[in-house]
């Protein structure tokens, strides 16, 4: 694996991006977080299993994992690279020897930032770490968005509802209780509230009125 070429540290903007090495060859292993820390990241940890990778993740939160897909424990790189973005939001970038149509179609299937195949320069890893995590920004960023525009939506529509109903609350002549609309135009309480609003006027009558038409009024309180 050629991880000698390029060696130049990030700016300081990027240093801080923090990686997490997961592979099961302890001197690849060590090489890789050799040259990570040259260019300028800093590696929480290197784990050859996915019982490790799992425990680093939950400890240290990175902010993207390098992911050799055949590793020991249970279960693959793949599958625990699928875990990471489900349960974390943590995006990888697959590191492996094996590169077949089946392989990679796996990999897809965790959404990855990149997938680097073996052997491979310390160039294509900063590149595919800073281009990863830069779109990863973006996503979130879109998202993000996406989620105040659905929340301002939300609260137009609850306002404009609010107009809708509270439309009856116009001028009203002090002596017929009659309401002026928007076009100037005098109307009973009830015509307008029909016509504006969507409030379901149901007519009854008071007590006092009752009493005063001698209409029936069972419920009529004295």
């Known amino acids: 694996m050629d991880l000698t070429d390029s060696a130049m540290p990030l700016n300081e903007s990027r240093s801080a991006s923090a990686v997490l090495v997961v592979e099961d ?72 020897a094996y590169g077949d149509d089946a392989t990679i179609r796996r990999a897809a299937e965790s959404n990855p930032l990149s997938f680097l195949t073996k052997p491979f320069s310390d160039r294509e890893v900063r590149a595919a770490i800073e281009i990863g995590l830069y779109r990863q920004a973006k996503e979130e960023e879109l998202r993000r968005s996406r989620e105040q525009l659905e929340k301002k939506n939300q609260e137009l529509s609850a306002a404009l509802a609010s107009i809708r109903v509270l439309q009856g609350l116009l001028p009203m002549c002090a002596w017929c209780k009659h309401i002026r609309d928007d076009k100037g135009y005098w109307q009973e309480v009830a015509d307008y509230l029909a016509a504006h609003t969507d409030a379901d006027l149901a007519p009854t009558v008071c007590p006092a009125c009752a009493r005063e038409f001698g209409l029936p009024f069972p419920h009529a309180q004295s």
């Open 25 to 96: 060859e302890a001197v690849i292993a060590m090489e890789i977080e050799s040259r990570l820390k040259v260019m300028g990241y800093r590696v929480v940890g290197c784990a050859a299993s996915s019982q490790e990778a799992l425990a680093i993740v939950a400890r240290d939160r990175p902010d993207v994992i390098l992911m050799d897909i055949n590793i020991q424990g249970g279960r693959d790189g793949v599958e625990v690279a699928k875990e990471m973005r489900r349960e974390h939001g943590i995006p990888s970038i697959f590191l492996t």
